[in-house]
């Protein structure tokens, strides 16, 4: 089987080292059986994705936009499964509106064949870890910018008192700015709820392509 993988370089090559240990190819020169799609932060890349590529099974991470709405922009809308960046051996996975069910229980066979283990969840921005991970690290932002406490401070508060492996805002910087704001961005969209509007400090450090933890 041959699998192509697009977007944050880092997943990619990752996705890529996974598929070789499960004996899969990733050449782009010869017809694609599955494609990733990490597109985390650039909406319009993900889109211009979708909707040049076609093949069987198309994964994609739904982390600044629904499955559903990836989906939507796919030539072949049935053929897309909500998935999160691969975390160790752990990936989400969160059918769109639109995905068929035999592609669903191939999307998991192909899965599990790659060694990976499987979390079902509901589909939605950010599915579960980044929605809850970008809300706690904006509300640390707004927290650090309203002058409550500084961000190392935070950090250190979170660490000690709630037993976090990271910070906040050593999170934030994991996953970069521009992931954080892209995630909190699609839940205000799509709910449109004050509790996820992105705190403006969070914007200005994308805009100035800043990390949260630079001066």
Known sequence: MNIFASGQPALVE???????EAGYIHNPDLPVDAVFDFHLADLPAKRQFL???AAD????????????EAASWSVNPSRVIGISPVIGKTIEFAPALQ????V???GESLLRELGLQIVPVADGPGLVRLRILSCIINEAIATAADGVASIQDIDAAMKLGANY???PLEWADTLTPEVVL???RALQYEYGEDRYRPTPLLVRKVQAKQN???P
Do not use: Q, R, Y
Request: with cysteine; proline share 8%.
């Open 14 to 20: 990752d996705i890529h080292n996974i598929c070789n």
């Open 51 to 53: 909707e040049s590529v």
């Open 57 to 68: 099974l198309i994964f994609t991470a739904a982390v600044p936009c629904s499955a559903t």
């Open 99 to 102: 995905t068929a069910p035999d």
């Open 104 to 106: 669903l229980a191939h």
């Open 165 to 167: 492996p990271l910070g």
């Open 182 to 184: 892209a995630v909190m």
């Open 212 to 214: 949260l933890l630079a």
